[in-house]
């Protein structure tokens, strides 16, 4: 069972996927026909409207599947606090982290074509990380990190692990002003960059620590999206469309939204002072280059990111899951 409940972005979603390898297409059933019982039902419904209440999320849709029946999908709350519009079932939301579980099958498509090993080094596809360095310290005085050149070279395999020692620069505390400083948009892209200058920039900042040390939850998913483009060619949401959710039928996903469809969008929501904000803002700090509004409606080719610029909805993302569950396959 994944259920996720994301602090920053105040959306939940919840997704139960079980059954066997003969499930094909997802197919709308009744609970019973499902495996479910009405009664066990009722208790979601329950424990997410309390969690609407008590105002920890705006709202929240959940979707339960069993062999490939549905027998479960409901939405709850609201898409848009302040015109109260309704959360619905197909709604579009940001997936946030989701993304990366998306962006790793991606890879592996590649991965499975030879285009690399897990120990091909990365620098070996994308130069910028060829000579990576170590963070050792913040010089506040002169306002620049304090590096070692690290010992080791990144690996393919330690970007799907997160264990390569690439940072998340708004999550970082040691030598956050320099992270910060360097510009690299982790969530959110407006069209002022391209998601190779982006990555050429992440490059340029020190490592947390060195290469296959430990696990640091950094933007390597965000890397393997430009990994993609320069092996396959194709920009990396075209890829994405091309490859993944066209042939998924997931006809409600990808990195942008069509203008017919930017109705459908959820707005999201963080806690401020114990109150549910809009999180279209500099919320955690204004030196962030995040958070662009309305950055859905821009075409994606640009620059798009694997690690966290998904929308999606519950429905596409169970079709997607419901591959995984089916060992990589869907509808033929």
């Known amino acids: 069972m994944l259920f996720i409940k994301k602090t920053t972005l105040l959306l939940v979603g919840c997704l139960l ?3 066997s390898a003969d499930a094909k297409d997802l197919k709308q059933s009744s609970p019973a026909k499902a495996g479910f019982e009405s009664d066990r039902l009722d208790r979601i419904d329950h424990m997410i409207q309390g969690c609407i209440d008590r105002g920890e999320v705006p709202g929240a849709i959940a979707i339960l599947v069993k062999d490939g029946k549905i027998g479960y999908h409901n939405a709850f709350g609201w898409a848009d606090i302040a015109s109260k519009k309704p959360l619905e079932t197909d709604s579009l939301v940001r997936i946030a982290s989701m993304s990366k579980l998306v962006t790793t099958v991606a890879a592996l498509q590649l991965y499975e074509k030879s285009q690399f090993n897990m120990h091909t080094e990365l620098g070996s596809i994308l130069p910028d990380f060829k000579k990576p360095t170590i963070f050792e310290a913040w010089d506040e005085e002169k306002q620049m990190f304090v590096t070692q ?22 999550f970082s505390s040691n030598g956050r002003a ?16 391209t998601l190779e200058e982006n990555i050429k920039r992440l490059a340029s900042v020190p490592l ?9 939850y950094g933007m390597n998913m965000d890397v393997l999206g430009r990994v993609i483009e320069v092996l396959d060619g194709r920009p990396f949401a075209q890829y994405m ?7 998924l ?21 963080t806690t401020k002072n114990g109150k549910l904000e809009p999180f279209d803002e500099p919320v955690f700090d204004e030196r962030a280059p995040n958070n662009k ?25 169970a079709r997607f899951l419901q591959m995984l569950v089916n060992n990589g396959e869907l509808d033929g």
């Open 17 to 19: 996927l079980s059954g």
């Open 149 to 170: 050149p690290a010992k080791k070279k990144i690996q393919m395999n330690q970007l799907f692990t997160h264990t390569s020692g690439i940072i998340y620069p708004i």
């Open 178 to 193: 320099g992270y910060l400083g360097a510009k690299i948009i982790d969530a959110f892209p407006g069209e002022d960059i």
């Open 208 to 216: 947390a620590h060195e290469p296959g040390e430990k696990f640091t």
């Open 241 to 247: 469309r091309e490859e993944l959710f066209k042939p």
């Open 249 to 269: 039928r997931m006809k409600d996903t990808g990195f942008a939204v069509p203008k017919n469809k930017w109705n459908r969008v959820a707005s999201v929501y």
């Open 293 to 317: 509004p309305e950055w859905w409606k821009r075409n994606p080719d640009k620059i798009a990111l694997g690690g966290a610029g998904i929308i999606s909805t519950t429905y596409d993302y």
